[in-house]
């Protein structure tokens, strides 16, 4: 099993920045895929960014340019910088681990962390 554990999220003016921090227990695989996902108030939850192991990151338009995904195999971590934040970035972050092994597929969550961003 995998577990996620969040953390970095708060307040934060507009134009300011985050940087989240997601820590994984268990095994992590070469082929999975790490990433962050938010949920704003009222919202579906939606992709954020998302990096496979040694491959392109994947971001979202609105985010495109302001956020930077991370990820470190050997520390089992995923982080992402989030700079020129706005108000429409508020939202409960949550980190994700895709896996696909053979014809089986799982998606891992974390707990979530707020982000809230003030104008």
């Known amino acids: 099993q995998v577990q996620l554990v969040e953390s970095g999220g708060g307040l934060v003016q507009a134009g300011g920045s985050l940087t989240l921090s997601c820590a994984a227990s268990?095994?992590?695989?070469?082929?999975?895929?790490m990433g962050w996902y938010r949920q704003p108030p009222g919202s579906q939850r939606e992709l954020v960014a998302s990096?496979?192991?040694?491959?392109?990151?994947n971001y979202a338009d609105p985010v495109k340019g302001r956020f930077t995904i991370f990820r470190n195999n050997a520390e089992k971590t995923v982080t992402l910088q989030m700079s020129s934040l706005k108000p429409e970035d508020t939202a409960v972050y949550y980190c994700?681990?895709?896996?696909?092994?053979?014809?089986?597929?799982?998606?891992?969550w974390g707990q979530g962390t707020q982000v809230t961003v003030s104008s």
């Open positions: 990096i496979p192991s040694g491959g392109l990151a």
């Open positions: 268990g095994t992590i695989y070469s082929n999975d895929v």
């Open positions: 994700n681990i895709k896996r696909t092994r053979g014809i089986f597929r799982d998606n891992y």
